[in-house]
């Protein structure tokens, strides 16, 4: 049984894997990693392995909760066939590069990876394998948050995405939203590429106004994760 962990900013994402199946997964908020306590159901479990970009204090706080070593797996040159375009390597988040070993076990070919959370991630995957670079973009809650903050009269209250928005609060969540898809679109034509995989807490408001082939990969990091695993244990 291996153990996959991808600690985000907001959530920390688990998977319990065995061979080619998840047998349950879930996710607490960044802020309470003592919540994995109860939520993990308790198993005989071989290794832990994880990816952080929440910082060395919710590393340290999820080996202590968990009492075992975790193997935070950071990006590398090559891993798992997949070659990293980055200028420098080590530069590129965890997460990303865990997504991107993951699209590539789940849809091997040409693929655009978007991991859309507090942060939105637009990355090129060619069918060789070869990461050739992308886009981060602020989240959507993001995005809406920082216009609110710096604008006068702007509140920060939810608002939806709509094709002609007649209120204030819903025109700022489709500002938001086109942005991010345009910024999807227009990577995914200049990459040529054949499919687009996306993740992430705003995934659902992205996926029905994509115009372009997608699938909906929620578990993508931790399928990364879990790829990186099954190598390192062979």
């Known amino acids: 049984m291996l153990l996959c962990i991808d600690a985000g900013n907001t959530r920390i994402k688990w998977g319990l894997r065995q061979d080619q199946r998840w047998l349950a997964h879930g ?19 071989r290794a832990v392995i994880g990816c952080n970009v929440a910082g060395e204090g919710v590393a340290r706080a999820i080996e202590t909760i968990l009492q075992r070593p975790v193997r935070w797996n950071t990006a590398q040159a090559e891993q798992c066939g997949i070659r990293n375009g980055y200028e420098n390597p080590q530069q590129l988040g965890a997460d990303r590069w865990a997504a991107l ?7 091997p070919g040409p693929c655009l990876v978007v991991m859309a959370g507090t942060a939105t991630t637009v990355d090129v995957l060619d069918a060789s394998g070869q990461f050739r670079g992308g886009l981060i973009l602020p989240g959507l809650s993001l ?65 029905p106004r994509l115009e372009l082939p997608r699938r909906h990969q929620p578990l993508l990091v931790l399928e990364g994760l879990a790829r990186i695993g099954q190598v390192a244990a062979a």
Do not use: K, W
Request: hydrophobic fraction near 55%.
């Open 143 to 207: 995005m809406a948050h920082a216009l609110a903050g710096n604008t006068a009269g702007l509140a920060a209250e939810p608002g939806s995405p709509a094709d002609f928005p007649r209120n204030t609060r819903d025109a700022i969540a489709s500002g938001a939203a086109d942005a991010t898809l345009g910024a999807i679109e227009r990577l995914y034509r200049r990459a040529g590429a054949a499919q687009c995989l996306i993740a992430g807490g705003a995934a659902e408001i992205l996926l």
């Open 27 to 45: 996710a607490v908020p960044s802020g309470e990693p003592v919540a994995l306590v109860a939520a993990i159901p308790a198993q005989p479990v």
């Open 101 to 107: 070993i993951g699209a590539h076990a789940l849809a």
